[in-house]
């Protein structure tokens, strides 16, 4: 097992994090968020947590928002879903202190950024609650991404918030690597098309090949794939990535999770976490490790 003394820094995620179903899931999403849950809380014991949303856009062209909530609302973002769903709690709390540091680091590096009470969308909820039932009194800040899809905007915003991982505050960018609902149920039980697996696979090839200033470069053309817009018609699934990729800096990537549902893409990423980690190894099913 992974000691906590071997973890200089914070690590950074991004996760790919389904609808409320994922509550539920006893597949290979279910297994790798139980794995989570435990490394957060046994591993990591982080200060705080602060999520980057794909459901939640700043407002104008170049405003963030951070939730500024000492007790979050779950926000029911979702549609369709058994009543169950809509009526789920969690013990999570916020930390107005951290929200407004937050926002002044942001502007300290000539971002816009704005504190307000908005609460947690399903985008954080819903993957921590299910990898966490209980949060273990680890507070957790949500933040927009911008309204727009500026690649480059967006790592700049990780390497902003970046200097967090030296207070042991886990920075997770919550998205999905593949997202397209508009054609979900149109492949029904058949395979993943082969262009959610062609960018999918390209994803991983700039985070785990490249590193720092190579791989943000490399990542900001993800919008030139020619498989874009099949995965992503509007890119606040994928943007999180980029947060994620500018909070990384030079640390190396894993691929954590890899797993398709239809043009969905469960993809997900570890930056800066120790080289004796256990990874999963996708060739015995996703086996996660129980001595965490």
């Not at 459901?55 to 549609?79: A, C, M, N, R």
């Not at 009526?87 to 942001?106: K, N």
């Not at 120790?274 to 996660?288: H, I, M």
Request: charged letters at 25%; one cysteine or more.
């Amino acid at each position: 097992m992974t000691s906590v003394s071997t973890i200089k820094r914070a690590p950074v995620f991004f996760i790919s994090h389904g609808g409320p179903t994922l509550l539920e899931d006893k597949g290979k999403p279910g297994e790798f968020y139980t794995w989570l849950g435990k490394y957060i809380k046994n591993v990591i014991k982080p200060k705080a947590i602060v999520v980057i949303s794909a459901h939640w856009q700043g407002k104008g062209k170049s405003g963030i928002s951070v939730d500024s909530s000492t007790k979050p609302e779950l926000i029911y973002d979702f549609y369709g879903f058994p009543k169950h769903f809509y009526s789920e709690t969690w013990d999570q709390l916020g930390e107005p202190e951290l929200a407004s540091r937050i926002v002044g680091m942001l502007k300290k590096s000539g971002i816009q950024a704005t504190a307000e009470r908005y609460g947690n969308d399903h985008g954080v909820w819903v993957p921590l609650k299910r990898a966490m039932r209980e949060t273990g009194g680890i507070p957790i800040v949500e933040v927009s991404t911008f309204s727009h899809e500026n690649m480059t905007m967006h790592i700049s915003m990780g390497e902003a918030l970046a200097p967090l991982r030296d207070e042991n505050i886990l920075i997770i960018g919550s998205g999905s690597a593949v997202h397209n609902l508009r054609l979900l149920w149109s492949y029904g039980d058949k395979p993943s098309p082969k262009y959610a697996i062609d960018f999918d696979r390209t994803m991983e090839k700039y985070a785990c090949t490249l590193k720092g200033g190579e791989r943000n470069k490399a990542a900001s053309t993800l919008d030139q794939h020619p498989n874009f817009r099949d995965c992503h018609p509007t890119a606040e699934h994928l943007v999180p990535f980029h947060v994620a990729l500018g909070a990384a800096g030079e640390d190396k990537g894993i691929k954590l999770l890899e797993d398709y549902f239809s043009t969905i893409s469960w993809g997900c990423y570890g930056f800066g976490l120790p080289e004796d980690l256990r990874v999963p190894q996708y060739s015995n099913g996703f086996k996660y490790h129980d001595e965490l």
